[in-house]
């Protein structure tokens, strides 16, 4: 099994920043896609940022140049710094990895985080 651990979530006002983890943990050969999603009260699920393992970078266009997706390999962990925060970025932010987990197989899971609350309000 994969675990994914989230951390950095809370209250920021308007114009604030935050700084999200996320921890991948367990049966892990490799990890392609990691990224974050997100679900505002009474809205759709919205993919917010991806990264894959070789460095390509996709973004929501509501984040753009104001979020940054990174992560560091080689301890299965992705960030997202989100500055300039809005208040409609108010939101339960859940973190996913797609993982390898055999060696002799290709085939991908998609594992999600727990989630974390990120509330922009003054």
């Known amino acids: 099994q994969v675990q994914l651990v989230e951390s950095g979530g809370g209250l920021v006002q308007p114009g604030g920043s935050l700084r999200l983890s996320c921890a991948a943990s367990?049966?892990?050969?490799?990890?392609?896609?990691m990224g974050w999603f997100r679900r505002a009260p009474g809205k759709q699920r919205e993919l917010v940022a991806g990264?894959?393992?070789?460095?390509?970078?996709n973004y929501s266009d509501s984040v753009k140049c104001r979020f940054t997706i990174s992560r560091d390999n080689a301890k299965n962990t992705v960030f997202l710094q989100m500055n300039g925060l809005k208040p409609e970025d108010t939101a339960v932010y859940y973190c996913?990895?797609?993982?390898?987990?055999?060696?002799?197989?290709?085939?991908?899971?998609?594992?999600w985080g727990q989630g974390t609350q990120v509330t922009v309000s003054s």
């Open positions: 367990g049966s892990i050969f490799s990890i392609n896609l």
């Open positions: 996913i990895a797609d993982v390898q987990v055999f060696s002799y197989s290709t085939a991908t899971y998609r594992y």
């Open positions: 990264i894959t393992g070789d460095g390509n970078i």
